[in-house]
Structure formats: C-alpha cells, structure tokens
C-alpha cells in the first residue's frame, strides 16, 4: 500500500466514524467496555485455576474524542485491584512508555491532543489497549500513521515483554468495506485481537500471538 494510498484510507475512515451518532457512541462503547471487563476476568479465572500467573498491569489510553470511551474501564479495573497504566510519548521516533495511572491522577495534554500521566517508573503491561483506526478479521491494526505502537510492541517484545495486544475499534473501521486490496505492510504489527462493538476479530485472545512466535518484524495515540 502506497503513502498516498494509506493516507487516502486513513480519511475516509475518519470520515466514516465521524458520522457515528451520539446514541450509537454511548452505546457501542458501553458494549466494548463490557466485554473487555468480561473478557479479562474470564480470563484472570482461568489463569488462576491453571496456576499460573494472571494478567495484573493492563495498558489503556485516554480516548481521543471520536474513539471508544473505555474511561470507566480504567476506573473498574483500578478500583479491583488491577495496576492501570496510560503512554507517555518521549520522542516522535521512540517508542511509548507505560506509566502507572489511578483515579487520583492528573492528566495532561501533550502532542496530537494526547492526555498523559505524570512520568514515573515505566511498567511492562500484561495487556495493551491499542487504539484502532482501521483493522482487518486477522487483526491487522491501521493506526494514524505515526508509528508510535508498532515501534512500543516491537520494543516490548525486544525486551522479553509479550503482552496480549488488543485493538479498540469502531465497526465502521472494518477497512474490507473500504478496500478490499488492503494489505498490511511488513513493519505492522499484528496485534492478537481486534475489539468492536459486535464483535472479537478473529476470537477473544487468551494468549499474545508473540509468544507463539508469531510476529510481524521489530520496524519501527497518534501512531
């Protein structure tokens, strides 16, 4: 897919979910928020039952305003006990950080209208929310053209940290409407899941595809 190509698509599906009504919003990210909560409980009981360790430190974002509100998520989570975390940018070309976020912190605005946590000891999170534009059934991500996660995954991965990624979507994001000669390039990473309003793209996950081995290669909100 060419510049001009991926920047054309990246419009239309801004477009698209511009035209999401209110009442749509309110409610599809009521059901998003609903089956994350859903989901990692679930999913937590599981791990508990295995004996093994379960998903503790799970990093969000703080919405941009036409993306899913997860707000009250992070709050749920926090509030049982979870360790919450939200991205810091630290330079254009580097990947994010994780810092630690509760119902007491104070947020502030940084580049691309981005709300940030106060710097403080960066965490490896067990799972990643990942902001989602465009996406595929395989969950293939199309983000805003920065970079910023494929570069934050790569990295985590480089240093032992193999998160459960999930991607964060509108169901007007499915870029197969859009374009059915969509493929992704080879610095895109594949995140384990996509999660819309209706649906899991391809399934629930249970565990990141990276710890499979299967990854897309280490090339390096607003990405």
């Known amino acids: 897919m060419t510049q001009n190509t991926a920047a054309e698509l990246r419009k239309r599906l801004k477009e698209a979910r511009q035209h999401l009504a209110v009442a749509d919003r309110q409610r599809g990210s009521l059901l998003i928020r609903a089956r994350l909560y859903t989901w990692l409980a679930i999913l937590r009981d599981q791990k508990k039952a295995q004996g093994v360790s379960q998903p503790q430190t799970i990093a969000c974002y703080w ?15 926090d509030d049982a006990g979870l360790t919450v975390a939200l991205p810091r940018m630290v330079a254009q070309d580097q990947p994010l950080e994780f810092h630690p976020w509760d119902s007491s912190t104070t947020l502030s605005s940084a580049a691309f209208g981005v709300m940030e946590p106060p710097s403080s000891t960066p965490l490896m999170p067990d799972v990643v929310l990942v902001p989602t534009l465009g996406f595929t059934p395989e969950g293939d991500r199309l983000g805003y053209g920065k970079g910023f996660y494929d570069r934050t995954l790569a990295y985590l991965n480089s240093q032992g940290c193999y998160p459960i990624t999930i991607g964060v979507a509108w169901d007007v994001g499915a870029i197969s409407a859009m374009d059915a000669s969509y493929s992704p390039q080879p610095h895109d990473f594949r995140l384990d899941a996509i999660i819309t309003p209706t649906s899991w793209y391809p399934a629930p996950p249970s565990d990141g595809s990276a710890r499979l081995g299967v990854q897309a290669s280490p090339d390096g909100h607003g990405g």
């Open 63 to 77: 919405p941009l305003p036409d993306e899913p509100d997860i707000t009250p998520l992070t709050t749920q989570w």
